[in-house]
T-cell receptor
Framework: DQQVKQNSPSLSVQEGRISILNCDYT??????FLWYKKYPAEGPTFLIS?????DKNEDGRFTVFLNKSAKHLSLHIVPSQPGDSAVYFC?????????????FGSGTQLTVLP | KAGVTQTPRYLIKTRGQQVTLSCSPI?????VSWYQQTPGQGLQFLFE???????NKGNFPGRFSGRQFSNSRSEMNVSTLELGDSALYLC??????????FGPGTRLTVL
């Protein structure tokens, strides 16, 4: 049972436009959400996170939105740059004793076209 | 500050052998977690250590084990290797119960 889902395996966006990556979760115990970027043959790089007490968190070009009632979060990248091309993973944690256990989605390959 | 380091970066073993992977966390980080990444199953949590104690364990067989030393460095061991154990093994460290920072991974190939 996939508790964190990224339903779009790939996304292509033109340079300078907005990239929107989506993530859905089913476990209502999750209370902390993170986005990671991953290049081939490298470990995931932390991008941005959000606690369930917030509905938005912004860091430079990256903004994460959380809709708890819909169990949905999204990552917005504005403006998109060719260097943003990578696989993006959504991850979640939460519940007693599981704060250090991240559950990952399957990833979305973002391609930013010059 | 140096990032998470993992050794070796690449490893080739045969079925039935055992393997030990090493991870050095970011200085000051006391929590170390291990993940397995495969094309079919994605990124899956193996276990997490804090102050030399395993605090959390994922759904993997007992062939997968780990430990943490007093300097927070961690090792994971896989015994009786199977073909399906071929994967990228990632180590992550964290200071608090929030963001985890990943190392580059160890690519294990089992022949």
């Amino acid at each position: 049972d996939q508790q964190v889902k990224q339903n779009s395996p790939s996304l292509s966006v033109q340079e300078g436009r907005i990239s929107i990556l989506n993530c859905d979760y089913t476990n209502s115990m999750f209370d902390y959400f993170l986005w990671y970027k991953k290049y081939p043959a490298e470990g995931p790089t932390f991008l941005i996170s959000i606690s369930s007490i917030k509905d938005k968190n912004e860091d430079g070009r990256f903004t994460v939105f959380l809709n708890k009632s819909a169990k949905h979060l999204s990552l917005h990248i504005v403006p998109s740059q060719p260097g943003d091309s990578a696989v993006y993973f959504c991850a979640a944690s939460g519940g007693l004793g599981s704060a250090r256990q991240l559950t990952f989605g399957s990833g979305t390959q973002l391609t930013v076209l010059p | 500050k140096a990032g998470v380091t993992q050794t070796p970066r690449y490893l080739i073993k045969t079925r039935g052998q055992q393997v030990t992977l090493s991870c050095s966390p970011i200085s000051g980080h006391r929590s170390v977690s291990w993940y397995q990444q495969t094309p079919g199953q994605g990124l899956q949590f193996l276990f997490e250590y804090f102050s030399e104690t395993q605090r959390n364990k994922g759904n993997f067989p007992g062939r997968f084990s780990g430990r943490q030393f007093s300097n927070s460095r961690s090792e994971m061991n896989v015994s009786t290797l199977e073909l399906g154990d071929s994967a990228l093994y990632l180590c992550a460290s964290s200071y608090q119960d929030n963001e985890q920072f990943f190392g580059p991974g160890t690519r294990l190939t089992v022949l």
